[in-house]
C-alpha cells in the first residue's frame, strides 16, 4: 500500500532532485562517454540496431548512482524488452527511464548531435527531466509544474511570431506510420523547411528553445520522450499524437506518436494538416 508518509518523502525530496541529478548526468558524460567518443567498439542489438560500449558503460553507471538521489529502479533503453515491461508494470512507487546516449548512430559516426537523457517518472507521469549534450555543454531540465531551463536560462529562448510557412519543422520521416502522410509530408508539407537530425531527446529540446517550431514522430520509445516531453511541456509547448489528442494517455507507452508546435497558432494548423494528410 502506498501511504502519504511515502508520497510526502518523494515530494520534500524532490525539491532538490535536480542539483544532483544534473551533476550525475554531467558526470557519466564526462567519464563513460565523451572519453569514448569516436573510439567506441560497436556491435548490434537484437533488433539491429547499434551499441556502443559508451552505451553499457552509461548505463550500467546511471544504474549504480541514481537510487542514491532517489531510491527506485530504473529503466534503460539498453534493457532487453521483458524487463522493461515489468519495470513499468510495477512503476506505481516511481522509476527512472534512462537513454544513456540518444543518437548513437550519430555518435558512432563522429556527428556532434547527441544527448543522454534521464527522467524521474512516477504515477505514470514524468517529474522531472534533463537532457544534456556533451559536446556543447547545453544541459535541459525541467519539474512539473517548476518550468524550463537550459543552463539556467528559462525556456523558451526565443518566440517569434510567424507564419507555417515560415516555420522549422522536426520531421522523421521515416517512422510516420501512414504512407500518404509520408509521401505529402516529403513534396507537400506546408512548413518552410524540415529538419531530421537522428536524436529525438534534443527535438524535444530545440522545440522547447524554440530552435524547432512545429514537430511530428510516428513513434518514439519512452526514454525518447520521458524528459524531453516535460521538457517541452514546461515551455508551454502543446501536445498531440497522430491517433489522438491526448499524449499523455493511451496504452502505447513504449511507441508513442507526437505532433507538436511551440506556438499555439502554429500548432493548431500544423495539426490541422496532419489531420487532414493521414
Known sequence: MVTIAFYQKIRTKGKNLLPDLMALVRE??????????????????????QLTEADLGAQAMFAARLPQIINCPMLGEEMETPEQLELWQHSEHGLWVVDPIDGTNNFINGLPHFALSVAYI?????????????????????TRNGGAFLNGQRL???????????????VEVKYLRSGKLSSRMQTLAPCGSQRSMGCSTLDWCYLAAGRYDVYVHGGQKLWDYAAGALIYEEAGG????????????????????????LQPALFERWLKWIRANQ
Do not use: C
Request: hydrophobic content about 45%; overall charge positive.
Open 28 to 49: 557519466v558524460a564526462q567519464t563513460e562517454v565523451m572519453p569514448r567518443f569516436l573510439q567506441a567498439a560497436v556491435s548490434k542489438k537484437s533488433d539491429g540496431s
Open 238 to 261: 502543446q501536445l498531440a499524437t497522430l491517433e489522438g489528442d491526448a499524449f499523455w494517455s493511451g496504452e502505447h507507452v513504449f511507441k508513442r506518436s507526437v505532433i507538436a508546435g
Open 156 to 170: 523558451p529562448l526565443r518566440s517569434v511570431p510567424k507564419n507555417l510557412s515560415d516555420a522549422i519543422a522536426g
Open 122 to 142: 512516477r504515477a505514470g507521469l514524468p517529474q522531472a527531466g534533463v537532457i544534456y549534450q556533451p559536446v556543447t555543454q547545453e544541459m535541459f531540465y525541467a
